[in-house]
């Protein structure tokens, strides 16, 4: 069985992260989306079963993922799950460079191998600070959160 995980914070979870776990669907048997967990000391970030709360609903009639938090390295999350992969989206040149860097290393220390998902255009803009400062400022973020499928 092919294993991917897809790791991050997702602070919140976004139409755009939701993207990501579609099209990664097609290259996996299976795929553990990550969720750092508590030991990010970030200010009013919510704790990591709150921030996996809203991705298990979305995700609770597709058996082949499964929602986990995790601490410590995302190769050894990847490795504890069976994968040999770790997928990412990129939105940006910025972002491409800092997940080149950060596959790079990970493949140097561990063999676990990244996958780049390039954002759909639509979505290149939308990033989880993007939200959570429209939510501080009192906008309704709904059609930047995925809703249930």
Not at 11 to 38: E, K
Not at 65 to 70: F, L, P
């Amino acid at each position: 069985m092919k294993t991917g995980v897809f790791v991050g914070s997702f602070n919140p979870f976004t139409v755009g992260h939701d993207s990501i776990v579609t099209r990664a669907l097609g290259l996996f048997d299976r795929l553990v989306i990550g969720v750092v967990g508590d030991q990010v000391h970030k200010p009013d970030m919510p704790t990591a079963d709150q921030r996996m709360q809203p991705i298990i609903r979305l995700y609770k009639d597709e058996p082949r993922i499964a929602v986990k938090s995790y601490d410590g390295l995302a190769v050894d999350f990847a490795k504890a799950q069976g994968a040999h992969y770790i997928i990412k989206g990129v939105r940006s040149v910025k972002d491409f460079e800092y997940e080149r860097e950060q596959a790079d290393i990970n493949r140097q220390i561990s063999g676990v191998e990244t996958i780049l998902l390039f954002a759909e255009p639509q979505y290149a803009s939308i990033s989880s600070s993007m939200v959570r400062e429209l939510q501080h400022f009192g906008r309704n973020v709904d059609e930047f959160l995925p809703q249930k499928k």
